[in-house]
């Protein structure tokens, strides 16, 4: 079934430990995005993807790192996690960048002590 | 911020009643999404309005858009206890990097 898949569904580590999240999408969809949500500020875009190889900030990007060899995949990588990186994480996928629906997977809980 | 803003933040209802949620946004727009969140999980995707259209209805969902007042409605006719969930409108802002921007989202509760 085509769909969008993220890994793990929870994860716990510790300040200052590097960790990576990872999405991958079977529509063979051009942009990919990565928001986190929290409580009182909704969904917030940390970066996006156009086409592999190409990737832009978003609304919160410090703290992030991204990158896209294969279209089907997203991965997003904290290189020093802190607790203010505590969230949940969704990957989307879409046509377009805003102009076509954006396809979400199921989040990444994402705790850092 | 250019984050649309839902309007109310929550609302209870009991099954069968209609559930009215409003979204105002800032600047001009191409389009207005809405998208509904189940608990534990992803945004789903429900309609989509283009800046030129004024409503559009999929099963009993019924969206409008009045650009005039840059604001938005998500009705839902006929409400069931499985329409519980956070409701949210994204807004696709005219600009050449434009991205699909989400508000902080309505949670609607359908009492049985």
């Known amino acids: 079934d085509a769909g969008i898949t993220q890994s793990p569904r929870y994860k716990i580590t510790e300040t200052g430990r590097q960790v990576t999240l990872m999405c991958h999408q079977t529509?063979?969809?051009?942009?990919m995005f990565w928001y986190r949500q929290d409580l009182g500020h909704g969904l917030r875009l940390i970066y996006y993807?156009?086409?592999?190889?190409?990737?832009d900030k978003g609304e919160v990007p410090d703290g992030y790192v991204v990158s896209r060899s294969k279209t089907e995949n997203f991965p997003l990588t904290l290189e020093s996690a802190t607790r203010s990186q505590t969230s949940v994480y969704f990957c989307?996928?879409?046509?377009?960048?805003?102009?076509?629906?954006?396809?979400f997977g199921n989040g990444t809980r994402l705790t850092v002590t | 911020s250019q984050q649309g803003e839902e309007d109310p933040q929550a609302l209870s209802i009991q099954e069968g009643e209609n559930a009215t949620m409003n979204c105002s946004y800032k600047?001009?727009?191409?389009?207005l999404q809405w998208y509904r969140q189940n608990s534990g999980r992803g945004l789903v995707h429900l309609i989509l309005?283009?800046?030129?259209?004024r409503e559009k209805h999929s099963g009993r969902l019924r969206v409008t858009l009045d650009t005039s007042k840059k604001s938005s409605s998500l009705l839902i006719t006929a409400s069931r206890a499985a329409d519980t969930a956070s409701y949210f409108c994204?807004?696709?802002?005219?600009?050449?990097?434009?991205?699909?921007?989400f508000g902080k989202g309505i949670t609607l509760s359908v009492r049985p």
């Open positions: 529509w063979s969809h051009s942009y």
């Open positions: 309005i283009r800046s030129n259209e």
């Open positions: 989307a996928s879409s046509e377009d960048r805003g102009r076509s629906p954006l396809h």
């Open positions: 994204a807004t696709d802002y005219t600009g050449a990097n434009s991205k699909l921007t």
């Open positions: 993807s156009a086409a592999a190889d190409i990737t």
């Open positions: 600047t001009s727009i191409n389009n």
